[in-house]
């Protein structure tokens, strides 16, 4: 992966779990919660790819699952293909829009980043996961794979 494609852009406060669930809306007021990790400095496309887990690859929706998200046999593994393609809606699209204004980046970038840093997180909470349970532990792992091997695959 072409690492100028991916590399942070500046350092400043970031949420720390910047994902649609802490985001409350009522009308035009927006709310931001579950401010715990935001009392530190790090990467912005850290919060992208937060962002990223609940809009590309739908965590709210596999996040408790109790079946497994996956067959394999021989070393294949067969996975439900609804949490590995972005489906671009006008939503999806307006939050793109909002993070190429933040970071000062084309389209291409944004998505690029957020699936690293997104990747990135499930390769990090894969500790997390196997509290769960193995097959949610080996589903973060194959997560950050085939979005890795998309982004491969895009250069």
Same mark, same amino acid.
């Given at each position: 992966?072409?690492?100028? =494609? #991916?590399?942070?852009?500046?350092?400043?406060?970031?949420?720390?779990?910047?994902?649609?669930?802490? #985001?409350? !809306?009522?009308?035009?007021?927006?709310?931001?919660? *579950? %401010?715990?990790?935001?009392?530190?400095?790090?990467?912005?496309?850290? *919060?992208?790819?937060? %962002? +990223? &887990?609940?809009?590309?690859?739908?965590? =709210? &929706?596999?996040?408790?699952?109790?079946?497994?998200?996956?067959?394999?046999?021989d070393?294949? @593994?067969? +996975?439900v293909? *609804?949490? @590995?393609?972005? +489906?671009? !809606?006008?939503? #999806?699209?307006?939050?793109?829009?909002?993070? &190429?204004?933040?970071?000062?980046?084309?389209? &291409?970038?944004? $998505?690029?980043?957020?699936?690293?840093? %997104?990747?990135?997180?499930?390769i990090?909470?894969?500790? @997390?996961?196997? =509290?769960?349970?193995?097959?949610?532990?080996? @589903?973060?792992? $194959? %997560?950050?794979?085939?979005?890795?091997?998309?982004?491969?695959?895009?250069?």
């Amino acid at each position: 992966i072409d690492h100028h =494609k #991916i590399k942070p852009k500046f350092i400043r406060p970031i949420h720390g779990d910047f994902t649609l669930e802490n #985001i409350m !809306t009522n009308g035009d007021k927006v709310k931001v919660i *579950d %401010m715990d990790g935001s009392d530190y400095f790090d990467a912005v496309e850290l *919060d992208l790819g937060k %962002m +990223c &887990q609940s809009i590309f690859s739908r965590y =709210k &929706q596999w996040k408790n699952l109790n079946e497994p998200l996956y067959n394999y046999g021989d070393m294949n @593994f067969e +996975c439900v293909d *609804d949490y @590995f393609d972005v +489906c671009y !809606t006008d939503e #999806i699209d307006e939050i793109i829009s909002l993070w &190429q204004t933040t970071l000062n980046e084309d389209r &291409q970038t944004i $998505i690029n980043k957020g699936i690293f840093y %997104m990747s990135m997180y499930f390769i990090r909470f894969v500790p @997390f996961r196997l =509290k769960i349970s193995r097959d949610h532990g080996i @589903f973060a792992i $194959i %997560m950050a794979i085939v979005w890795l091997d998309k982004l491969r695959s895009d250069e």
